[in-house]
């Protein structure tokens, strides 16, 4: 069965800290999607990345950059010189045939940037 | 120009009432979901509609029951409300029901049972 493990259950960092939300899945498949998605106070879920399991090349996107490694599992996120405006939950979550392509997500880890 | 909207955002009501949550999507996608996110923050898939075709149906009680009238939309419709129920519910889309396609989420619809 698929399962998405985020151990870290809250982080608290001061501004311009950076900080990595660590994400490991578990799947049978060979071919599975991986994602990110954050839900800011508001409460509404926000989508931030997408990856195949084919593509093991790191993504940056501004002070976002994530971190793919099949070897270990893992899809690791890290926030560069974190903002007040990133707290909020971030899930993870992975997608696949073992799953019935049901979108699987992680218990979320709550990031608190202090000013 | 909301993509996906939920109606309505926040519903209180009492144990025993029948309540309605609606769906509906902008984006032209072919699948919707709902979600449930509990007061622990766990997100778990309920059900899902591919063109109007129940596709995933989840170990939900009966008292829960999903409705689309149109590709657009996908409503649910809960009775005899229960304690338990209280939670906040999102909708969510997807261009097909495959693995890989990204879902994207409405703004949540928060439900208190009294």
């Known amino acids: 069965a698929q399962k998405v493990t985020q151990a870290q259950t809250e982080i608290s960092v001061v501004e311009k800290e950076d900080v990595t939300l660590d994400c490991v899945y578990e799947?049978?498949?060979?071919?599975?999607?991986l994602f990110w998605y954050k839900q800011p106070p508001s409460g509404e879920l926000v989508f931030l990345i997408r990856r195949n399991s084919f593509d093991e090349q790191n993504e940056i996107s501004g002070r976002y950059s994530w971190n793919f490694q099949k070897s270990t599992s893992s899809f690791n996120f890290t926030i560069t010189a974190s903002q007040v405006v990133d707290s909020a939950v971030y899930f993870c979550a992975l997608s696949g045939l073992d799953s019935s392509y049901k979108l699987i997500f992680g218990s979320g880890t709550r990031l608190l940037v202090r000013p | 120009d909301t993509a996906v909207s939920q109606t309505p955002k926040y519903l209180v009501t009492q144990m025993g009432n029948d309540k309605s949550i609606k769906c509906e999507q902008n984006?032209?996608?072919?699948?919707m979901y709902w979600y449930k996110q509990d007061s622990k923050k766990f997100l778990k898939i309920m059900f899902s509609?591919?063109?109007?075709?129940?596709?995933i149906n989840e170990t939900v009680p009966n008292r829960f029951s999903p409705k689309s009238p149109d590709k657009a939309h996908l409503n649910l419709h809960i009775n005899s409300l229960e304690l338990g129920d209280s939670a906040v519910y999102f909708c969510a889309s997807s261009r097909a029901g495959l693995a890989g396609e990204t879902q994207y989420f409405g703004p949540g619809t928060r439900l208190l049972v009294l």
């Open positions: 984006l032209g996608h072919d699948t």
């Open positions: 509609y591919n063109n109007k075709e129940l596709i």
């Open positions: 799947t049978r498949d060979t071919t599975y999607y």
